[in-house]
Nanobody
Framework: QVQLVESGGGLVQAAGSLRLSCAAS????????MGWYRQAPGKQRELVAR??????NYADSVKGRFTISRDNAKNTVYLQMNSLKPEDTAVYYCMLVVVATTYWGQGTQVTVSS
């Protein structure tokens, strides 16, 4: 089994910053991709950022503000979020793809006040 433990969410004022972390443990043979999704109330879960090998992808809404990075030795993925906006408010979920299986974290709440 694979476990994902997220941390770093919270309440921040608009224009502020937060850093999310997600540490993976368990039966991790080959990580194909790691990333972050988010789900706001009443909306579908959407991709925020994803890293696979040396390639990163971002949602248009976060480009230039968010940065995803990965520490391979620690099996940890980070999401540095700068210039936060109220519309970034959501539950953020860590995602991990091992071979052909996708695992999800429990989610961490990010609330941005105006």
């Amino acid at each position: 089994q694979v476990q994902l433990v997220e941390s770093g969410g919270g309440l921040v004022q608009a224009a502020g910053s937060l850093r999310l972390s997600c540490a993976a443990s368990g039966r991790i043979s080959s990580i194909n991709a790691m990333g972050w999704y988010r789900q706001a109330p009443g909306k579908q879960r959407e991709l925020v950022a994803r890293i696979s090998g040396g390639t990163t992808n971002y949602a248009d809404s976060v480009k230039g503000r968010f940065t995803i990075s990965r520490d391979n030795a620690k099996n940890t993925v980070y999401l540095q979020m700068n210039s936060l906006k109220p519309e970034d408010t959501a539950v953020y979920y860590c995602m991990l793809v091992v071979v052909a299986t996708t695992y999800w974290g429990q989610g961490t709440q990010v609330t941005v006040s105006s």
